[in-house]
């Protein structure tokens, strides 16, 4: 079936430009996870989201950053007023409900391709 | 403060040899550790996933350990190949259930032929 899908792959903006990126998850996945990993670390929580109540957004690095899930499917990370720092690679992952049977295990999360942000 | 480490950033063997990844963690409790793959270019992939109260894991190859008192993981990867090189990361989970996960840096194993 489809994996999780993230759009745009590539967005190169100024700084200053506001923008918007989604996050398509796995049909079924509750839970929603966006990450952000530069290069040569692993990734590094920013918020989550189980169905469209974002349970915690403290990995968010200031006011500039937020972001929705309003029907529980599809989420949007959303920074405002971007700045050279904000420069990354921005992961989303899902994950199935908690106790799913079969090839899932509780709290394994399906990472998708990646947004590779560049502000100018 | 809380870390999570990685023994090294990278890992060279060879083909054939087992493979070992050490992941140790400090002022964490954490409900479970799970290790992820990651190929150049793409998003990490779940492999195994080990409890708090489990000590091993097996899964083909591939085996991990979970040691909460020396607050230690360790993963094995038997016969490697050189598909087997890749990022390697670990991950803790600090609560049961779906919960957002802390993340080493990774290990870049290289299994040359």
């Known amino acids: 079936g489809a994996g999780v899908s993230q759009s745009p792959r590539y967005k190169v903006t100024k700084r200053g430009q506001d923008v918007a990126l989604r996050c398509d998850p796995i049909s079924g996945h509750v839970s929603l996870y966006w990450y952000r990993q530069a290069l040569g670390q692993g990734p590094e929580f920013l918020t989550y989201?189980?169905?469209?109540?974002?349970?915690?957004k403290s990995g968010l690095p200031n006011d500039r950053f937020s972001a929705e899930r309003p029907e529980g499917s599809i989420s949007t990370l959303t920074i405002q007023r971007t700045e050279q720092r904000d420069s990354a690679m921005y992961r989303c992952a899902s994950s199935p409900p908690p106790g799913t049977s079969g090839i899932s295990a509780r709290g394994e999360q399906f990472f998708g391709p990646g947004t590779r942000l560049t502000v100018l | 403060s809380q870390k999570i480490e990685q023994n090294s950033e990278a890992l060279n063997i060879q083909e054939g040899k087992t493979a070992t990844l050490t992941c140790n963690y400090t002022?964490?409790?954490?409900?479970?550790l799970q290790w992820y793959r990651q190929d150049p270019g793409r998003g990490p992939v779940f492999l195994l996933l080990?409890?708090?109260?489990?000590k091993e894991k097996r899964k083909e190859r591939l085996k991990v350990t979970f040691d909460t008192t020396l607050k230690q993981s360790l993963f094995h990867i038997t016969a490697s190949q050189p598909a087997d090189s890749a990022t390697y990361l670990c991950?803790?989970?600090?609560?049961?259930?779906?919960?957002?996960?802390?993340f080493g840096k990774g290990t870049r194993l290289s299994v040359i032929a």
């Open positions: 991950a803790l989970g600090l609560l049961s259930g779906n919960t957002p996960l802390v």
């Open positions: 080990i409890r708090e109260n489990e």
């Open positions: 989201f189980n169905y469209e109540a974002q349970q915690d």
């Open positions: 002022n964490y409790s954490p409900a479970y």
